[in-house]
């Protein structure tokens, strides 16, 4: 059919050119077009004999394309063709004539009448409607998919002058396109499709604007799941890798466009925000998220392309921390609903290393405050919350000194802006609890600052110094399970260094929390495996029974002995135990008759001045020295751990001069 056709037309202009005729001659155009109806009203004959004719004849007219050219305008050519996918019925079902429509309808999206606006708009309408059909067939939707994917980057092309109508179109495609795409976004398999519907979507956003969101919305009988699965997909994009990490150009426009996308949702969720707090709760998820990819982290790329990308797009993390506020402001009495549930979300992404994404958040934390503290005449639910979050952000590399200095700046003149009523009040428990998280960011950011496990032995002393303090701290104001982790950690440093009474007496600790008749199941952690309360506390009396005694502090290991006798015998009637119990007993009573045990030495260390590390920032420590160490060896051993450090030669409390100075002194 193509060779014929084209044999026809070729020898028409031929005939036209020897007989000084013009080629434009409307009687063969006429005769021409009717041929090609004639091929469509065969398509849509439903006898399953003339599959093969039906097929050859929408095969062999997308294959003429190229010689109707010299025949039909533009405009016409994109009518006929418009015809010919038409006369294929959406709904038909033979596999092998959709499948012949479908690579029709490709070779026409190659064609370049599909650049031209004036053509275009027949053949969009026509290819979106029949492709849409055939989303979620098992058979023909990759095909469709690929159509689709085809017909947006042809739009996206900078030869293409989109407009209005053909955007618009995409945007009906939404409805049919975004489950399909979340069905396959949550497969575990990842399918060629996947990424292709992925790109499509996203390419149909790009083209979108403000007012066709709302329109398209307006058109749905129930728009929240429409953009419940729209959300879900930009959560998968965001947290999947869809591209290599060195494509950093492509991954930003990708965060742009779903930036843009939940930004235009953003306008029409703040005037539904009673009836939509799940939405609301995903839209400040996939907010944070933008902020915090680490593509868009300007300060970590080179200063040329941080300078281009800036130019283009502006900073992301600070317009989308814009949109984020002015969400959060909105809310009104909604915001309960979102506290303290949105602290971990609004932490992570003011812990970038943007100042004016920082200061931009910031002011919210204060708001959850004074919201809890209205509601509940407390802030413990937020203060606890904060405590968590920043143990985990900072613990992760997150954060630094002059994020706990701006976070302290701008808490606190929050909290004097409140009304004069509450500020009698809620001022003195906000100013302190702020106060207090700066100084665990500072504890935390010190830790971490120390490095690995494995260092020397005076990093290791200088962990046991700021997990003691952070201990302390949990002990006082925070969650337990940090305080026991806090404890089990020390732990560890005490036996690396073989501090076998110290590793003895912080279990002692942990012992005095746990009960014997617990039944909770507490957590892998050290050496212990996962238990329940009352076995862990068991394990945990042995080990200290046995840690005692390593370190020859005999009188205390009798004693926890006598815990687990009371509990072996009157309790678990665990006689075996019992009597291994009672043999340990037995041997240190023994020992504390026989065993030599030179008496040590104890020191006061006091480390003065504002250039120590804020865990010994002019703290008094008091350390118990080696077996028959002296105070000039216990000195020498303390100065190899600050070496420039100047030693005061009294012990009089020291005054302003000292511990406000930038210099480090020791008194010992």
């Known amino acids: 059919f193509p060779f014929i056709l084209k044999i026809i037309v070729q020898s028409r202009n031929l005939h036209a050119v020897a007989m000084n005729m013009s080629t434009s001659d409307t009687s063969f155009q006429e005769s021409l077009e009717n041929l090609i109806r004639s091929v469509n009203s065969l398509v849509q004959l439903p006898d399953a004999k003339l599959r093969p004719i039906q097929e050859a004849g929408l095969k062999g007219i997308g294959k003429s394309v190229e010689i109707l050219h010299t025949v039909f305008s533009n405009v016409d050519l994109g009518r006929i063709l418009a015809d010919c996918i038409n006369a294929v019925p959406a709904d038909v079902l033979d596999n092998s004539l959709i499948k012949s429509k479908l690579e029709f309808i490709v070779v026409l999206t190659n064609d370049k009448l599909f650049l031209m606006p004036s053509v275009r708009h027949s053949l969009l309408q026509a290819i979106l409607s029949h492709t849409k059909a055939y989303l979620g067939s098992k058979t023909h939707e990759n095909t469709a998919i690929i159509v689709i994917g ?18 618009y179109q995409l945007s009906r495609l939404l409805p049919c396109l975004v489950p399909r795409v979340a069905s396959l976004a949550m497969a575990s398999d990842i399918l060629p499709a996947t990424s292709i519907s992925l790109c499509s979507l996203l390419g149909i956003l790009r083209l979108m604007n403000g007012s066709m969101y709302s329109e398209l919305l307006s058109t749905l009988t129930d728009w929240v799941p429409f953009v419940r699965q729209l959300f879900i997909i930009f959560r998968h994009v965001l947290t999947a890798d869809m591209f290599d990490k060195s ?8 965060c742009h466009v779903i930036m843009v996308s939940i930004t235009h949702l953003g306008q029409i969720l703040k005037k539904n925000v009673d009836h939509n707090v799940d939405l609301i709760k995903m839209y400040f998820s996939l907010a944070t998220s933008i902020i915090t990819q680490p593509f868009l982290q300007l300060e970590s ?46 932490m992570s992404a003011v812990i970038v290393k943007h100042e004016e994404t920082r200061r931009r958040i910031l002011p919210v934390f204060s708001d959850m405050l004074e919201l809890e503290y209205v509601q509940n005449n407390s802030i413990r639910a937020v203060s606890d919350e904060l405590i968590c979050v920043l143990d985990a952000l900072i613990t992760k590399g997150g954060g630094d000194y002059e994020f706990l200095a701006l976070l302290k700046d701008a808490l606190l003149p929050e909290m004097n802006s409140s009304d004069s009523t509450l500020h009698e009040t809620l001022q003195p428990l906000v100013s302190n609890f702020v106060n207090k998280l700066v100084n665990l960011g500072s504890l935390l950011i010190d830790y971490r600052s120390l490095g690995a496990e494995d260092q020397t032995p005076s990093d290791r002393r200088m962990r046991m110094l700021v997990l003691y303090s952070t201990a302390m701290f949990y002990n006082e104001h925070g969650p337990s399970r940090l305080y026991y982790s806090c404890l089990y950690k020390l ?9 076998w009474t110290e590793a003895a007496f912080t279990l002692l600790r942990l012992s005095d929390m746990l009960a014997f008749r617990g039944k909770s199941t507490l957590e892998a952690v050290l050496n212990y495996p996962q238990q329940t309360s009352s076995a862990r506390k068991e394990a945990v009396l042995q080990d200290m029974v046995k840690y005692f005694g390593l370190g020859k502090a005999f009188e205390c290991g009798i004693e926890q002995c006598d815990h687990l006798i009371k509990w072996y015998r009157y309790h678990v009637l665990d006689y075996t135990k019992l ?21 040590r030495e104890y020191f006061r260390v006091g480390y003065y001045g504002q250039g120590f590390p804020y865990f010994l920032r002019n703290k008094v420590l008091v350390y118990r020295g080696e077996e028959y160490e002296k ?11 600050h070496t420039d450090v100047e030693l005061m030669k009294s012990n009089l409390p020291p005054g302003e001069e000292i511990t406000g100075s930038n210099k480090r002194y020791l008194q010992i």
């Open 631 to 641: 105070l000039t060896s216990f000195q020498d051993r303390i100065l190899l751990d």
């Open 301 to 346: 790329l080179h200063t040329l392309k941080a300078s281009q990308l800036e130019s283009r797009f502006g900073d992301m993390r600070y317009t989308m921390a814009s949109e984020l506020v002015m969400m959060w402001s909105v809310l009104g009495d909604a915001k309960r609903f979102f506290v303290p549930s949105l602290v971990k979300p609004f």
């Open 247 to 254: 494509w950093t150009s492509i991954r930003i426009i990708q």
């Open 491 to 499: 732990v560890q440093l005490h036996l690396v260094e073989s501090n």
């Open 150 to 167: 085809r017909v947006v980057s042809r739009l996206e092309s900078k030869t293409s002058a989109t407009g209005y109508d053909d955007s």
């Open 579 to 599: 009597r291994s119990v009672l043999e340990v007993q037995a041997m240190y009573f023994g020992s504390v008759i026989t065993d030599l045990r030179p008496a």
